[in-house]
Every structure is written in C-alpha cells, then in structure tokens.
C-alpha cells in the first residue's frame, strides 16, 4: 500500500521547466521524518492522477474534455458541463489549445460563458499539463471569491479533478491551490504588485480587466507586469483575457481589436438560412409598449437581415445554436498567436431579446445609463456619436441667389411646414427636373398660425429674374405637434386646415417602414369617434429612408448634378439644425436634446413632396427644344447652370 507521503513525494519528471520556482519549500524537501535516504529508493506507486500525468494522454480538445469531466458548480445550468447549452463556447475553449496561440481575449457581455471558458480551460490544463497557472482578478476580494467559490467547488464537484486535490488542507487555500500532479493555480488582484510578484507562469487568466487600475507600483500597468511571467516559456506559455468592455481605449476593446484574428458569430436564419451577424438595429417591438410590458410579453423580435421573418426568443436560440465563428480580421493568417472574439449578448441562450430592448428603453435617454448598456448587452465602448455633417460644410451650399427669388426654368415649388405647438416653420424649395432632385431653397421662417401659413403657401408669389411667376404645387405638413393653445390637439387642428386646403397634405413621420411613403385613409379624429366629413388621406413618412436621402444630397458639390443649394443669406442657425441628427446604433435617426431640428425636418419634408409629386419622373420641356435646335444649328451654348437665375 502506498502512504500519503509517498503520494506526495516529488517526482523530477513531475516538473515542468518553469515550475521549479514555483514548487514552495517543503514539495522539494522530500524526505519524510525518520526515513534514511535508502529507504525512499523503495518503488512506490504512483496515484491514478499521477499516473494520468504519464499515461499516453486521449486526444481531447478542451471543450471535448469538459463536457466529459467538467462539473458546472454555480449559475443557471448546474450539473454536467454541456456544449450545446453555449455553442459559441467550445470554438474559444479549442483554439486556446492550439499550439501556435499564445493569447485569445474575449470582449463579451456578462452571462456569455466567458469566465467559464476559463474555468474549463484551466481545469482541462490542471489535468493535462500540470503547471503554474495564475488567475488574476481586480480585487483581492474578487479573486479570494474566484478561488473559494469557482475553483474549489468546481475541483471538488467534478470526479477526475477531485482526485488532483492534495489531501493536506493547506494545499487547497484561497490564494493558491497546489494539486498533487504538481499543477499549482495561484490568485492575484490587479492592484497588488505584490501579488502579481514575479514567479514563472505558464497559463495566465485575466479576469474583467477593464476594472484593473492603469498602473500600479512603479508606471506598471497590471497586465504588463502579469505578462511578464510567462516570459520564461516563451513558445508554450498562454494568456486569457476576459472583460466587459468601458471605453474605446480601455485595455479589453485594445487588445481585441489588435488580436491576429478576430472572429464574430454568424447565425443562420430558421426561416431562410442566411446567415449574419446579430446587430441591435434588427430588433424589433411595438413601438407605443412600455418597456414592462415588452419583457413581460417577450414582445421583442429580431428582424432577419434577408427575409421577412421576424424571430422570437425560441427562433433566436435555434440560430444561435446553428451558428458558427467566421473571422472579420485576419483570415489569411494561418498560425495566429492572438485570438479574439465577440460575444454581444444576442448571442447568449440567457438573454432574452426582450430583456435587451427593455434594459435599452430604460437607457436611451439617459447617457450613464446607456453607456453600461453598450458595455453590458452590445459588448462595445460606448462611442459619442455626433452628427456627420459640419455646419461649415451646410454653409457652403449658399450660393448668390437673394432669398425670394427662384431660380429659371425650374420644374416646381414645393413647401414643407414642421408643427409646433406654438406656431410653425416654413420652408418653400423649388425643384429642378428629372432625376437629379435639384433643389433650391427659396424662403424659410416661422409663422404663428394657419393665417400665416395660408399667406405664404397660396397668396404670396414666387418670381425668377424674368419676373415669370410660380405658385407651390405641393405643401406636406406634420400633424404630429402635441397639444395646442385651449388644450386642442394639433393633429386635429391640421387635419382641419389640411381639408379646408385641398393643396396641404398631413404627414406622419414613421421610423420604420417597408417603402418611402403610404397614404392611410383617415375616417375619424385621432383618439376619438368623430367622423372627418368627407374623410382624409394622410401621408405616412418613412423618414429613415428621406433622411438618409437628404444627409447624402447634402455631401453634393454645389456646381453638381443633384445639388441642394440655400440662397445667399442663410444662416449658421439654419445650417446647426441642418448637423442636429445623428444616426444611432439601431440605424435610426435622433435628435441630441436640447437641439433645434426644424429646418432639418421641413428639408426632409420638402424632399419628401418632390418625391410624392413624381418630379424625378418630370422632364425638362426647354431641354428638348434645345436638342431639336443643336439639330439645325451648332452655334446654341451650352447650358449653364448659373445662368439659371
Ligand atoms: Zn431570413
């Protein structure tokens, strides 16, 4: 029978190359009490994890391993570790055991399985290749946690890992757990040099390394300085870093984004079997539900990228489960030494589609808030996003043209009228013909009531240089605007003027829509019974779609074809409301409060009128005598564009 101080004793073919530091005083010190040194030459036997260590080892990946041997202690799925629970999992865990990788890093939001990736990796490497590992952690109280809560229940729960454990109670203690194979796993914090001291490691495993201070004793940062021990095996050693991203330079969203290869999960669709990738903006919900109600409901659904289907959270998990790790970068590289990976919490079984949209309601409109909603679902820095287009540039657009006077030979005027609940601003745009939407801007304002839009819309008269006058074709206006003076509904006020004035048409603006614009058939007023005598046709707006439109018109040189001119006195107010929006992560257009969008919104309007009356379908008369005159005679100039006006 073999003693315990035969199982304990060393054996050099034990160590690895960097565990001779590692092995504390008292492992090397080998000879028992009141044995001579004859008598240890007795042949022993070796324990059935000692024998493991020799034994020709089976081919098994890491994540083959644990779902053979790994015991899942804490969280939702207790019990055997399962692959398909987490599919996006055993690609990371299998190519941390690659030769040739020195380093994978794993940007991801939390409930992802990142840590646990970890776990099975260092549990699979405490088995298979018993060596000095080091978890490090930020705090002291996080990794005296990782160890007394993870790691230990974890060694004990799961059989072949419970006979690595060293019987003497020493060995097992929350800042280092020595294994009787000779692996030991050493905790460290981020913010002690002392821990993070300088002994050889072969396997290092960073743990939420964006709470690690910057630096620590002398301008060292953390990380650096827990690199450096796995100096020693140069081509063997292997560094795993996890973390929830913060800012765009925070230490997990840099070294990710320089990893050799970075790979994102791409999911096939249950209903059509293309595959993409799972972006914030293809979700979907009924846009006047509470945030409550939604994750109650499980009313959110994701939008497929080809095809109309619109996935629940059940067609989500078959997509996720059918997916696979495609490489954005590096794909050419074939012996990677740094690996990365994103895991945004769409791709978590743990996360519902609704809980994600739910968290983002409750977060968009405050700015602290939607930064950890980046960080926590997205798994992205949270990146301010400010408008594309600069006031210096929308300026440029002006050209000598006093405001009033429009331009020759043009194809129509259109007016666009964006409703306050006090008041409303103009714009009239006159509109070149066919295709190119040229647009000029002829006046642009405000107005206090109907009066005042009646004027400029039907009694005021629009003239070129030649004095030819023009009357507007077309004039859409908003009828959203809140309530108005005597508690009256502005949407109820405009449909009011709208039927009086057969040449004004309500719009809605709507984020989402499958064509650019649809006419709805109005019988009632909003919100009540009362009948619309005669009834109404509103004009719904898909504005993502015309705000698109004009943010590229706006980027066209003034002497191109399409241009989107403004006359000589615009102003750098007007021209800051024209910058307001930015498009957010969803694709969707949004206004920074506290900043003034009108102008912005009649341009998109006006656009949206000359596209409703055809005028890209329009052609130029003059342009075809012209042609017919080359014909007789090549002495006819060419045609200008300033001499337009
Ligand atoms: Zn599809």
């Not at 230990?152 to 003497?168: A, F, K, V, W, Y």
Request: charged share 25%.
């Amino acid at each position: 029978m073999q003693t315990e101080s035969q199982i304990k004793k060393p054996d050099s073919r034990l160590k690895t190359a960097g565990m001779t530091e590692g092995i504390p005083a008292g492992m090397t010190e080998g000879i028992p009490a009141g044995m001579t040194e004859g008598e240890l030459f007795i042949p022993f036997a070796f324990s059935g994890a000692e024998r493991r260590v020799f034994a020709r080892k089976e081919k098994l990946t890491p994540s083959e391993w644990a779902e053979q041997r790994r015991i899942v202690t804490m969280g939702a799925h207790r019990g055997p570790w399962r692959n398909s629970i987490s599919p996006h999992l055993a690609h990371i865990m299998d190519t941390w055991a690659l030769p040739h990788v020195r380093e994978v890093i794993i940007c991801k939001s939390p409930q992802t399985g990142g840590t646990e990736s970890q776990f099975n990796c260092a549990a699979y490497a405490m088995e298979r290749d018993p060596s000095v590992m080091l978890f490090v952690a930020p705090r002291e109280t996080d990794a005296r946690k990782t160890s007394s809560d993870r790691i230990i229940p974890m060694l004990n729960d799961s059989p072949r890992l419970r006979e690595l454990l060293s019987p003497n109670p020493d060995d097992t203690a929350s800042r280092r757990i020595k294994l009787n194979n000779g692996a030991i796993v050493y905790m460290a914090w981020s913010n002690s040099t002392s821990a993070l001291a300088s002994f050889p490691v072969k396997y290092i495993f960073f743990d939420e390394v964006d709470k690690y201070p910057p630096f620590i004793g002398k301008e060292t940062d953390p990380i650096t300085l827990g690199e450096k021990r796995a100096r020693t095996f140069r081509y063997t050693h292997k560094i795993f870093k996890v973390s929830t991203p913060t800012r765009e330079d925070g230490t997990i969203w840099k070294a990710y984004n320089k990893a050799d290869v970075i790979y994102k999960y791409h999911v096939p669709c249950p209903k059509c079997g293309a595959t993409q990738i799972m972006k914030f903006g293809q979700l979907k919900w009924p846009e006047a539900a509470a945030q409550e109600e939604i994750k109650r409901e499980g009313a959110a659904r994701y939008a497929c990228e080809h095809c109309p289907a619109e996935w629940t959270d059940t067609d989500r998990d078959i997509a996720i489960h059918n997916g696979e790790w495609q490489t954005e970068k590096g794909r050419h590289i074939k012996r990677p030494r740094s690996v990365a990976y994103h895991l945004p919490s769409f791709i978590s079984p743990d996360v519902s589609l609704s809980e994600i949209v739910s968290v983002y309601l409750q977060s968009k409109n405050d700015k602290a808030k939607l930064i950890d909603f980046y960080n926590d679902y997205l798994a992205e820095p949270f990146i301010e996003k400010i408008s594309e287009r600069k006031e210096d540039e929308i300026l440029a657009l002006r050209d000598i043209r006093p405001r009033g006077l429009v331009p020759k030979d043009i194809c129509c005027l259109t007016a666009a009228v964006d409703t306050q609940a006090r008041g409303f601003y103009y714009e009239v745009r006159a509109w070149g013909h066919g295709y190119d939407l040229e647009s000029w801007q002829i006046r642009e304002g405000f107005v206090e009531n109907f009066t005042g839009l009646v004027k400029i819309i039907f009694d005021d008269m629009y003239k070129n240089a030649d004095g030819a006058e023009h009357k507007i074709s077309i004039a859409l206006i908003d009828s959203g605007g809140g309530m108005g003076d005597f508690g009256v509904s502005r949407t109820a006020e405009v449909y009011d003027f709208c039927r009086r004035f057969p040449g004004i048409i309500p719009i809605k603006g709507q984020q989402r829509m499958s064509q650019p614009h649809k006419i709805t058939q109005l019988d009632v007023y909003p919100g009540t019974n009362k009948y619309i005598p005669g009834g109404l046709s509103l004009y719904n707006l898909n504005v993502t779609y015309y705000k698109d439109y004009l943010a590229s018109k706006l980027t066209i040189a003034p002497a191109d074809p399409g241009a989107w001119h403004l006359h000589n006195s615009a102003t750098s107010e007007y021209a800051r409301q024209l910058t307001a929006e930015y498009k957010d992560e969803r694709g969707l257009w949004q206004c920074p409060r506290n900043r003034a969008n009108h102008f912005w919104d009649v341009s998109v309007y006006n656009l949206a009128a000359a596209d409703i009356l055809g005028v890209k379908y329009i052609k130029n008369p003059n342009i075809q005598e012209v042609k017919k005159n080359e014909n007789i005679s090549k002495e006819v100039e060419p045609k200008s564009k300033r001499s337009r006006w």
